[in-house]
């Protein structure tokens, strides 16, 4: 029997909707309105619902386009037992003893239920929003210390460090976090693998075909072994599942008819200037077209025309999803970031109709023990009597 598999979801602290919201890393505005805000109520519906389909955490983004990250999911602690928050920060907005102590103090307050997403951030202009003027292998640079630092204090040692970056005296922890949160981390350039391979816990990708995803995994793994490490790996994908395959791209084609072809225009050529590796990667896939837009077996990209960041789906029957489940875990991947439109909606189809599946292989167990059924579907029309 293989591995379980973890499964995460994800919350749109910018707004949801039954289209797709654009957004994300180096797109400035929303290029879809959001018709469910993203209050603290419909998040907590999100997140309650993830934690009773099974996903052990929620990734929660961060920048200018959406809400603060370490404030919600503090907030939606309140309204969940078990559900883990993937909680997405940038190191340079903020110094190693606080976001150590930040850490910590979520640990405690939440039963241990914090994960770090760490972000370097791929974007000059966005970062220069939030004071920050280093450039994107100064900002690698950045990071490495930063961590340094903050596992040297999750490890309750007193640091003193002179970085060319970072620089503190005396700092300490009065509390350590128990457990210690593990680290998310992602990037595909070369000053990416080198942090990824002293600080990752989980090295994060986004859904490339996986033959792609198989070379990026050898890298960090070839990496990391030299720092004597071996870190696990996770992919980010939005997903469609239905009952048939014929539903699932319905659903999608329905979801690309809705995009106004200005609005592609103006955000590729926005993502077309981006400095990160991953978002060159991801506009490769599509080169700005909406046709030829299925790149692989039940990977369709054109979630990246109007959406910065991840930009491919897994499309298809729920029985399809899970052969492209498996198949991206025999290329080493044990965890999947996953998210739809509408997140609501979509954590139940994929929740309810894929899930039952990869548990009947041996390949997932509900973290809490709950027996899941042969699927039932969410959302379907009534039988006629």
Not at 212 to 235: D, H, M, N, T, Y
Request: glycine share 10%.
């Amino acid at each position: 029997m293989s591995s379980p598999l973890t499964f995460h979801w994800f919350l749109p602290t910018y707004g949801d909707s039954r289209h797709l919201v654009g957004g994300g890393h180096g797109v400035s505005v929303h290029s879809a309105s959001s018709a469910r805000p993203a209050t603290l109520a419909y998040l907590g519906q999100i997140a309650r619902s993830a934690e009773q389909l099974g996903f052990v955490g929620a990734l929660t983004p961060t920048g200018a386009w959406c809400e603060d990250a370490w404030l919600s999911t503090a907030m939606l602690t309140e309204v969940t037992e078990r559900l883990k928050f993937l909680v997405a920060f940038r190191p340079g907005l903020l110094s190693p003893t606080l976001g150590a102590q930040m850490a910590a103090t979520f640990q405690r307050h939440s039963g241990g239920r914090l994960l770090l997403n760490v972000v370097t951030g791929g974007e000059s202009q966005e970062q220069r929003a939030y004071g920050d003027f280093l450039d994107k292998n100064a900002r690698y640079a950045r990071t490495d210390e930063f961590l340094h630092v903050v596992r040297e204090l999750w490890r309750g040692q007193r640091v003193d460090f002179t970085g060319e970056h970072v620089r503190v005296e005396g700092a300490q922890l009065q509390r350590t976090p128990d457990p210690v949160p593990q680290v998310y981390f992602g990037g595909s350039s070369p000053a990416a693998g080198d942090v990824a391979a002293k600080h990752a816990d989980v090295y994060l990708t986004w859904g490339e075909p996986p033959a792609q995803v198989a070379e990026k995994i050898a890298w960090v793994r070839k990496l990391a072994a030299e720092q004597g490490r071996s870190p696990r790996f996770g992919i980010r994908l939005h997903v469609i599942s239905r009952d048939t395959s014929e539903q699932a791209w319905a659903e999608a084609q329905r979801l690309l008819d809705a995009l106004d072809p200005e609005t592609i225009e103006r955000v590729q050529s926005g993502l077309g200037r981006s400095e990160s590796e991953g978002q060159k990667r991801m506009l490769a896939l599509h080169g700005g077209s909406t046709s030829n837009l299925q790149i692989y077996p039940n990977l369709w990209a054109g979630v990246g025309l109007v959406r910065g960041g991840a930009g491919t789906a897994l499309v298809g029957s729920h029985a399809e999803i899970a052969e492209r489940i498996e198949e991206y875990h025999a290329v080493g991947i044990d965890e999947f970031v996953l998210s739809g439109h509408p997140h609501l909606e979509e954590a139940y189809w994929f929740g309810e109709g894929v899930l039952p599946i990869l548990a009947r292989k041996g390949l997932w167990q509900h973290p809490a023990g709950v027996e899941q059924d042969a699927p039932s579907v969410p959302f379907a029309p009534a039988a006629s009597s």
